[in-house]
């Protein structure tokens, strides 16, 4: 149990055009989810928490603007990164908690390449 | 806010040794600590955890220890096997909060046939 479905798991796109990354719990539902950005040989760094229904929190640092986070259901939340450039280039993950349990269910990630 | 520091940073060790990773954490009140396994190109896969109310837990070959006087909890895997080879994070949440964790940098394991 406990699935989260990420799409796709690889992406390229020209630079200055937008991608979306679709994040779905399959079999529980996710009144909140985490979007994680991952460099080459680096940790996971939290860029945003999105909860349903409601406006995404965004961590310091992060372009809300940029990194336009919907979470319209309690199953879906989906992360558009707008008019990308080679340095968005980078490894995104999302994951989520079901309520009740300890520890988060992680995507397959999605491979970003901005050209 | 919480800080979490892991080592070793890389890991090489013959297939049936022991692997043994340690993560130090900043913030007391912290109470949950779990441990991610993530292979290349793939998202990360909770392979233990620990709560604050015990000091040891076992699954097979992976055990997690806690220390909450020094702050520190690792990661101890027996009989490595080829397979185990992958990049491990430890995290702690930020503060009592479940819904936001702060990971370690990562270790990457290699285990040599």
């Known amino acids: 149990g406990a699935v989260v479905s990420q799409h796709p798991s690889r992406v390229i796109c020209k630079s200055g055009t937008s991608v979306k990354i679709e994040c779905r719990s399959l079999d529980f539902q996710a009144t909140t989810m985490f979007w994680y950005r991952q460099f080459p040989k680096q940790s996971l760094m939290l860029m945003a928490t999105?909860?349903?229904?409601?406006?995404?929190?965004?961590e310091q640092g992060v372009e809300k603007d940029k990194f336009l986070i919907n979470h319209a259901s309690l199953t879906l939340s989906t992360l558009t990164v707008t008019s990308a450039h080679p340095e968005d280039s980078s490894f995104y993950i999302c994951?989520?908690?079901?309520?009740?349990?300890?520890?988060?269910?992680f995507g397959s990630g999605t491979r970003l390449t901005v050209v | 806010g919480e800080n979490v520091e892991q080592h070793p940073s890389t890991l090489s060790v013959q297939e049936g040794d022991s692997a043994v990773i340690k993560c130090t954490y900043s913030?007391?009140?912290?109470?949950?600590f779990p441990w991610y396994k993530q292979e290349l190109g793939k998202g990360p896969q909770l392979i233990i955890d620990?709560?604050?109310?015990?000091g040891e837990k076992k699954d097979q070959r992976i055990a997690v220890t806690l220390n909450k006087t020094a702050k520190h909890f690792s990661l101890h895997i027996t009989e490595t096997q080829p397979e185990d080879s992958a990049v491990y994070f430890c995290a702690a949440p930020n503060g009592t909060s479940y819904d936001k964790v702060i990971f370690g940098p990562g270790t990457s394991l290699s285990v040599i046939p």
């Open positions: 913030d007391s009140a912290s109470n949950y």
């Open positions: 620990i709560r604050s109310n015990v």
């Open positions: 994951s989520a908690r079901v309520t009740g349990r300890y520890g988060y269910t």
């Open positions: 999105s909860n349903e229904g409601s406006k995404a929190t965004y």
